[in-house]
């Protein structure tokens, strides 16, 4: 139980695309998705939380406006990384939890964004 | 400011052996701690929940101690295999109760047979 699907497992675009990540729980409600980045041999960043039908919640020093996140539902968070550019090229994963207090979160695969 | 602080050096141990792994953290109380392990290119998996009461906490070959004196967690995988190479990540809830998890930057583990 409690799988985290993300998509695409890898993109590779143009400078100035827009792209988005998906992000489902495939067998339990997520309440709370989370969104991290993380560059190679370093540990994941928190960028935002995300609860269903509210505005995220971003970390210090992440533009809202260059990385859109929509919670539309209890099963799916979207990121869209807008006007990608070289500098954002990392590896974004998703996490989501149930709700329930002192739970552990249940990670998506990744997606490795590269910006040419 | 919260700081976590993992081995940033490779561990290499032989197989068999137990491999023990630290987290330490400051300026922090948190109401538990987590580990992951997380394969190249991969998300993390969860492995362990320890709450602040609790502890040491076991999971089949993986043991997990908590000491809130010492601001320290150990995670122990015994008879290691070379299966169990991979980073492994600690993480502290974040201040609030807002669910955020804080990383360490993880000690890569490698198991020689």
């Known amino acids: 139980g409690a799988v985290v699907s993300q998509h695409p497992s890898w993109v590779i675009c143009k400078s100035g695309t827009s792209v988005k990540i998906e992000c489902r729980s495939l067998?339990?409600?997520?309440?709370?998705m989370f969104w991290y980045r993380q560059f190679p041999k370093q540990s994941l960043m928190l960028m935002a939380t995300s609860n269903e039908g509210s505005k995220a919640t971003y970390e210090q020093g992440v533009e809202k406006d260059k990385f859109l996140i929509n919670h539309a539902s209890l099963t799916l968070s979207t990121l869209t990384v807008t006007s990608a550019h070289p500098e954002d090229s990392s590896f974004y994963i998703c996490?989501?939890?149930?709700?329930?207090?002192?739970?552990?979160?249940?990670f998506g695969d990744g997606t490795r964004l590269s910006i040419l | 400011s919260q700081k976590i602080e993992q081995n940033s050096e490779a561990l290499n141990i032989q197989e068999g052996k137990t491999a023990t792994l630290t987290c330490n953290y400051t300026n922090y109380s948190p109401a538990y701690l987590q580990w992951y392990r997380q394969d190249p290119g991969r998300g993390p998996v969860f492995l362990l929940l320890?709450?602040?009461?609790?502890k040491e906490k076991r999971k089949e070959r993986l043991k997990v101690t908590f000491d809130t004196t010492l601001k320290q967690s150990l995670f122990h995988i015994t008879a290691s295999q070379p299966a169990d190479s991979a980073t492994y990540l600690c993480a502290l809830e974040g201040s609030g109760n807002t669910g955020k998890l804080i990383f360490g930057q993880g000690t890569t583990l490698q198991v020689k047979p």
């Open positions: 320890i709450r602040e009461n609790e």
């Open positions: 996490s989501a939890e149930t709700g329930y207090s002192n739970q552990p979160q249940h």
């Open positions: 067998d339990f409600q997520a309440t709370t």
